[in-house]
C-alpha cells in the first residue's frame, strides 16, 4: 500500500530498532513541516518542508501531529462475559486478589472461537481507533489445552482480519484451573500445552503470573524454562499484588520483559537493568485497583527501559485507552510527555520483540501512524478522556478517520 501523509505540523518520533533508557528514556526527533512517504506498506521517506511528487493516495494531515502508532505491549483483550458486579464490590471498597479471574475464565470456556472473535472485534477496533496500531494479547481464560488453543486461534483470525498487528502470548499460568491440581497442572503446561502452542506458531511468548496466591518463583522458573526451550519468547506478570521476587526472576531469565511491577524491589529493578529486561508498566491496574503507582522514575534511573500499556482486560483494568495511560504516566507517575510516548511506541514495540518493525518513523519500518487533533505530541496525554487521535494509518492503510464535525448552519 503506498501512501504520502503531508501538511504534518509536527512530527514526534523515537529513532532505531532498541528500547530508549535512562537519560535518553524520553528522546524523541520532532520535525516540523514534515511528511511521511509510504510504499508497499513500508516508510520508505521522512522528510520536511516540500513533499514529493506522488501519484498514489494522499492523506493532508492539515498542520495536526503525528506519531508512530501506538503499541499496546500487554493485553488481555480477548475474554467473554463482563465483571460489572466484581467493578461494583470494588467501588464499595472490596480487594481485589484476582479471584474474578476464574469468573472469566469460565465465560470463555463457554464461549466459541467464533464468539471470541465477534466479541473481541470492536475492542480492538476501539484500540485503534485510540491510536494503537500493534496490540499484544495474552490467552489464559481457557486453563485447558483445547481452550487455551482456542484462544490463542481466535487470536490469530482476529490478526488475520484486521488492520492491527497483533502479537499473541501464552498465558496458561494466569490461574489455577479448579479440576486439577496445581502440580498436574504445571507438568500438562510443561509437556502438552508448551509444546503444542510453540509447535503451532500460535504464540510469539510465554508469560506467567508470579504473584502472591499464583505461581511461585519456583514454578514460574519451571514454565519458563519449558518455554524458552520450545522457542518462545520469556514475559512475566511480576511483583503486582505484592513482592515476591519476580522481577528477580525475570533478570536471571533475561525475561524480554517484567510487567505490572507495582510491588518490585531495588534489587529486582538492578537484575532487571543488568539483563536488559523492558518494564512493561500498566498504570490503569494501579489507577483501578487503587494501588500505588508504578515506580516508572526508579526505573528509569536504574537504566531499566520503560513501556507503557493497559492491560485491557474485565477485571483489574477495564481501559483500552492508550492516551489515558500517557496520561496517568504523566501526571502520576513523573514521566514526561516525551518518556510516556517512547514508552507507548519504540519501548513497548521492545516488549515484545517488535522493535525492529514498529515503534518508530523512520525508512523500512512498517507505516503505522497517529494523526492527532493536535499542536503537538505534548497534548495528547492533557486533553484526559477524550479521544484526539484525527486517522490511524496501520500498514500504510487508513485504518480509521474520526468523522468531520457536522458545521453549524
Ligand atoms: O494483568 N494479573 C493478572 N492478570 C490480569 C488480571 C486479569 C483479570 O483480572 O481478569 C492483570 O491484572
Ligand atoms: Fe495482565
Redesign the pocket.
Known amino acids: 500500500m503506498d501512501l504520502l501523509v503531508y501538511g504534518i505540523g509536527e512530527l514526534a518520533t523515537p529513532i532505531g530498532q532498541e528500547p530508549n533508557r535512562g537519560a535518553g528514556q524520553g528522546e524523541l526527533t520532532v520535525v516540523r513541516d514534515a511528511y511521511v512517504l509510504v510504499r508497499d506498506g513500508r516508510i520508505a521517506e521522512v522528510g520536511a518542508g516540500r513533499w514529493p511528487r506522488f501519484a498514489g493516495p494522499t492523506l493532508d494531515a492539515e498542520g495536526r501531529t503525528v506519531t508512530p502508532g501506538l503499541v499496546d505491549p500487554?493485553t488481555?483483550a480477548v475474554?467473554a462475559g463482563n465483571?460489572v458486579q466484581e467493578f461494583l464490590a470494588r467501588a464499595r471498597g472490596e480487594k481485589?486478589t484476582?479471584g474474578?479471574?476464574l469468573t472469566?475464565v469460565q465465560a470463555v470456556r463457554e464461549a466459541p472461537e467464533g464468539e471470541l472473535v465477534r466479541l473481541a472485534r470492536p475492542r480492538l477496533l476501539r484500540m485503534l481507533e485510540l491510536g494503537a496500531t500493534t496490540v499484544e494479547i495474552k490467552s489464559?481464560?481457557g486453563l485447558t489445552t483445547a481452550d487455551e488453543l482456542k484462544m490463542l486461534r481466535a487470536i490469530r483470525r482476529l490478526g488475520e482480519e484486521l488492520p492491527l498487528t497483533l502479537v499473541p502470548t501464552f498465558l496458561g499460568a494466569?490461574a489455577f484451573p479448579p479440576e486439577v491440581s496445581r502440580e498436574n497442572y504445571i507438568r500438562l503446561m510443561v509437556e502438552e500445552m508448551i509444546p503444542v502452542v510453540a509447535g503451532t506458531g500460535l504464540a510469539r511468548f510465554c508469560d506467567v503470573?508470579c504473584?502472591q496466591g499464583f505461581y511461585t518463583i519456583e514454578e514460574a522458573r519451571t514454565i519458563l524454562l519449558a518455554a524458552r526451550a520450545a522457542g518462545l519468547g520469556v514475559k512475566i506478570?511480576a511483583d503486582?499484588l505484592a513482592w515476591v521476587g519476580a522481577a528477580e526472576l525475570a533478570g536471571e531469565l533475561s525475561a524480554t520483559s517484567a510487567?505490572?511491577l507495582l510491588h518490585v524491589s531495588q534489587s529486582g529493578i538492578e537484575a532487571m537493568a543488568h539483563a536488559g529486561t523492558v518494564a512493561v508498566l500498566?498504570p490503569g491496574?494501579a489507577f483501578v485497583l487503587d494501588e500505588p503507582w508504578p515506580p516508572a522514575r526508579d526505573l528509569i534511573a536504574a537504566g531499566v527501559p520503560v513501556a507503557l500499556g493497559t492491560?485491557f482486560?474485565?477485571?483489574?483494568?477495564p481501559v483500552a485507552s492508550l492516551p489515558l495511560i500517557l496520561a496517568l504516566a504523566v501526571l502520576r507517575m513523573g514521566m514526561s510527555p516525551a518518556e510516556a510516548l517512547v514508552a507507548a511506541t519504540l519501548n513497548a514495540a521492545a516488549a515484545i520483540g517488535l522493535a525492529d518493525r514498529v515503534g518508530s518513523l523512520e525508512p523500512g519500518k512498517q507505516a503505522d501512524l497517529v494523526v492527532w487533533d493536535a499542536e503537538s505530541y505534548e497534548e495528547i496525554p492533557y486533553w484526559i478522556g477524550q479521544n484526539l487521535a484525527w486517522a490511524v494509518v496501520a500498514r500504510g492503510r487508513v485504518g480509521w478517520r474520526s468523522s468531520p464535525t457536522p458545521s453549524s448552519t
Request: charged share 20%.
Open positions: 500487554h488481555h475474554f465483571r481485589y484476582g474474578g479471574i472469566t489464559g481464560y494466569h503470573f504473584d506478570h503486582e510487567e505490572h500498566l491496574t492491560d482486560n474485565p477485571g483489574s483494568s
